[in-house]
């Protein structure tokens, strides 16, 4: 017969690719952890892994074994967090997806918080672009998203926890930085740093100015960035400009550049989590949404957010 610890111990092994490591994560010794999967083995009556690969992979029907075995360990999880909803009790494991203009500057924000308020929960976060946090979801491999709302899929549901507006962040010696406020026909493509493709912020950024989706001639050096903390350094060294989500500019440098807001109807953006099963883990995600709108909220009122907005959609 299979056990829970069996599947569990190699399911470490695919995770980590080492005997070893996989040892220390499952909190057993190495030669427990061999035992056990060398008695999975012989039950299943071939090999799960090739031990001569460095690092040790699985072999073709240990890999179609394994596929399965997640499956299984996730409908698990699934069970023992619906005792946990019974109770109302904030226990176990959650997986959070998060995007990359947000993970930097919202999760610092409630970790701590969160994790002396709820001991016995294990909240696992991990940054990942919009479609990623999508189709995490679709196949049941994270609890909830945390990400710019609404996005309107199908079978997701979404709940906003806050919005966030956006500012200007402008180098010294640019023309831009001697002025109170923008509007947004004022703002230049030849002098705007921008995220890559794939993230949804620059996606609203092109919307909100306007622009065709690429970097004017004028600038001799063409790059586009993964993160917001990139193109602030850019700015600071290279010259131009970009626009940042508010929480992104609680740490800026004032020497090198500064902040304008924006003229009239401020850019905003919602933020909140996306989830596929409304009742699975509510009290879990109840609390963390809960933790992340304090959190949030309580830093975006120290930036004096505008009175008139304009939402954009993350698309």
Known sequence: ??????????????????????????????PTLSMQLKKLE?????????????????????????????????????????????????????????????????????????????????????????DEVIAALSKD?????????????????????????????VAKEHPMAQKKSITEDQLDASDLWLLEEGHCFRSQILKLCSLKPRIAAQRNIQFQSGNLETLKKLVERSGGYTILPALACLDTRPSRATLLNFKGPVPTRNVGLIYAREYLKRPYRQALALSIREAALKELKLLSPPLKTKLMGPR
């Open 42 to 130: 012989e039950h299943l009556d071939y090999p799960l892994f090739d031990r001569d690969k460095k690092p040790i992979l699985p072999t073709e029907r240990g890999f179609a074994f394994l596929q399965q075995a997640r499956v299984m360990h996730r409908e698990f999880e699934k069970l023992e967090s619906l005792v946990g909803d019974a109770r109302e009790e904030v226990a176990g494991e959650f997986r959070l997806g998060v995007i990359p203009t947000l993970s930097p500057y919202v999760v610092p924000l409630f970790v701590d918080k969160f994790a002396l308020s709820y001991p016995k929960a294990r909240l696992l976060i991990e940054e990942m672009k919009t």
């Open 1 to 30: 017969m299979i056990s829970l610890q069996q599947l569990d111990y190699a399911l470490a092994v695919d995770t980590f690719r080492h005997i070893g490591q996989a040892a220390r994560a499952c909190g057993v010794t190495q």
């Open 141 to 169: 491999s994270i609890d909830a998203g945390l990400l710019a709302l609404p996005l309107k899929v199908e079978g997701l549901h979404e709940e906003v926890l806050f919005e966030e507006f956006f500012q200007i962040y």
